[in-house]
């Protein structure tokens, strides 16, 4: 499984008040100021490691004397790349989240400590004034985080939209490249629509279909679903609460049961944090959010 590869200029150490010296290394090293001033936390929130949102939650070990921090992320989160496709999580061949490190690095025996900022790991200087070099376990390319926990669900209100957007977790651009993302689409297809590809009849009847919110594996989507279907739906689950008898013909009203993707502004992403992109992206039935260099891309819902 590969890793995030942690990066930070140089230039973020300048900003927060390094003075060089050219004093001996003094061993055993004082305690560093860096790492009193701005410590790691034990579970992230915010954080950003090369330009991705770290999922919120993630734990964090401090190991190696101060010099290396470990990553290990929430159940059932994993950081996936290209090299991933063809990868089933439910044949367990992903690893377990965790593992993913951060090391400082220099021409020293003290120093080098690793410390958090502004939610970016960075390094301390050796004690006698020499630069230490920040490193990920490994160097991977760009990818994302799925949540193979989830699957492909409806979100049925708003408690469970912000319970998924309080996790943070950024996809990667290219979900719907992933084998067992598109054979999960498929079946949700042809569950809903009867076909594995609606996309042509959504188009031509656009009339016909609602546009609810979906959840997939960690990736909030807006997905349309034939109003025949939403209305069928509503009445099974309102049966089987006992809202409704077995022989109701009545209809419950849909956004009981499934939450409405905002009608009156359509669907669109807005980019709060971090660089350009979170640009829409359409597919078999669905739209989705690419964050590109955006680390904080939502999708507007109702």
Known sequence: ?????????IGLLGTIGFNSCNHPEQNPKPQSTLQQAYPVP???????????AVPDGTKTSVENNGKTVRLIYPAGIRFVTSQDYDTDPSANLLDDGGGSTYTCTGACTSGCDVFYVQGSFACSQCSNGSACTGKASLTVEPGGFIDTQAGISFIRDKAQLKELRSKNIQSPNDLFQFKYIQRAMRELNI?????????????NHPNNYKHVVVNIFGALADYAVPNTYVIS??????????????????????????LLADEESGFSCSCSSGGSGCTA????????????ACVSCSMSVG
């Open 1 to 9: 499984m590969k890793r995030l590869f942690l990066a930070l200029s």
């Open 42 to 52: 034990t579970i992230l929130h915010g954080a950003t490691l090369n330009g991705i």
């Open 191 to 203: 569950k809903v629509h009867g076909v594995a590809d609606p996309t042509k009849q959504i188009a």
């Open 233 to 258: 739906e509503s009445k099974r689950l309102s049966t089987l609460g006992g809202s409704l008898s077995a022989k109701s013909t009545i209809p419950s009203s849909p956004s009981q049961y499934f």
């Open 281 to 292: 992206e359409s597919g078999i039935g669905y739209k989705k959010c690419n964050s590109g």
